[in-house]
């Protein structure tokens, strides 16, 4: 029956979310090229707002649950699993307070309305997959912003999106860099649940009435321990959740 639905609910769909990246484009550059980064961000903010709820014109339902004490003041590591590009909108709306950057691939950084620019000029990190030093530079550079602005960084750990929502094994490179760079940082596991479904039968037809979810669980404390060891424990957290 959702895949029924997914073939009536798609193009509307579609139709406001390609929307919705059209109308803000400009609007980022107006915000980035006049008034700076501020502004900048608050457009981004407002951009994910409305890309996350779009969900609703697939009749599919969005809960984000933080319940956890997590400070403004220092930058934090957000650690999560990865099932689609849905997951995205709503860790940047949601996690607004913590100015949340990404490390994407660098073809993503030209192309794509609003999306693009805002890799390009948000202050993340953009690589190259298949040059390694300079996929690490960029993450030593990520770290530095952090540091300076007290900004925050969301890591999909397992390196790619898993399809059929089963948990992959967390990989290490990108969050010990970033620990090496920002030993201060406070790692932060977030489960994401059901955002696979919405693709499991690829771009079209997308499924409907689906229960997505975001949940930030206990900050796992860094001191005395290896990256290794801390990103054991988050994937070991967000296994937990996903009860994998």
């Given amino acids: 029956m959702n895949k029924f ?11 406001f979310f390609l929307l919705t990246l059209i109308i803000f484009q400009p609007i980022q550059w107006v915000c980035y090229k006049f008034f700076g980064y501020k502004a900048h961000k608050a457009s981004v903010d407002l ?4 890309l996350t709820y779009c969900q609703i014109f ?3 339902s969005t809960t984000f649950s933080n319940e956890q004490d997590i400070p403004v003041d220092r930058p934090i590591i957000f650690v999560a699993n990865h099932q689609s590009m849905y997951d995205i909108p709503a860790m940047i709306w949601f996690l607004r307070k913590y100015h949340v950057k990404f490390i994407s691939k660098k073809e993503l950084t030209k192309g794509i309305p609003s999306i693009s620019f805002n890799l390009k000029y948000g202050g993340g990190a953009n690589i190259d997959r298949k040059d390694s030093k300079q996929a690490v530079g960029e993450i030593i550079k990520l770290g530095a912003r952090m540091k300076a602005n007290n900004w925050s960084a969301v890591i999909f750990a397992e390196g790619t999106r898993a399809k059929d929502g089963r948990l992959k094994p967390f990989q290490i490179g990108g969050i010990a860099t970033l620990l090496k760079k920002v030993p201060e940082a406070m790692v932060v596991p977030v489960a994401i649940e059901n955002s696979w479904k919405i693709v499991q039968y690829g771009t079209f037809p997308l499924t409907a009435g689906e229960k997505l979810k975001w949940t930030v669980l206990t900050p796992i404390s860094t001191t005395g321990k290896g ?3 801390v990103v054991v424990e988050a994937e070991a957290a967000i296994r937990q959740k996903l009860g994998q």
């Fill in 47 to 50: 951009l994910n707002f409305f």
């Fill in 227 to 229: 990256p290794e060891e």
């Fill in 58 to 60: 697939l009749g599919s």
């Fill in 5 to 15: 639905l997914g073939y009536i609910l798609s193009p509307v769909f579609y139709f």
